[in-house]
Nanobody
């Protein structure tokens, strides 16, 4: 059974750096893509950043110039680093893994940026 394990998050000071990690367990298959989404209260869940199995990346316009997403070695794992976080980045962040069109979500980790 595939499990998504998220780590990182918590409270970050405005202007600081955020790091979130995500790992997949329960399978030896390689993922097609892994991504971070976020959802603030009263809003829709939105894509923050995505990395494909061959290293391709995509970012939301709101984080494009201050975020990096990358895989972590040969394992089904990746991390997101984001600089200069602002209160508008406050949200619950979710990891999603795509295995050939089968999507698996983590439970989410809360990120709160203090002003």
């Amino acid at each position: 059974q595939i499990h998504i394990v998220e780590s990182g998050g918590g409270t970050v000071e405005s202007g600081g750096r955020l790091r979130l990690s995500c790992a997949v367990s329960g399978t030896t298959r390689n993922f097609h893509s892994m991504a971070w989404y976020r959802q603030a209260p009263g809003t829709q869940r939105e894509l923050v950043a995505l990395v494909t199995g061959d290293g391709g990346t995509a970012y939301a316009d709101s984080v494009n110039d201050r975020a990096i997403i990358a895989t972590d070695g040969p394992e089904n794992a990746m991390h997101l680093s984001m600089d200069d976080v602002q209160p508008r980045d406050t949200a619950k962040y979710y990891c999603r893994a795509d295995f050939a069109g089968n999507y698996f979500w983590g439970q989410g980790t809360q990120v709160t940026v203090s002003s």
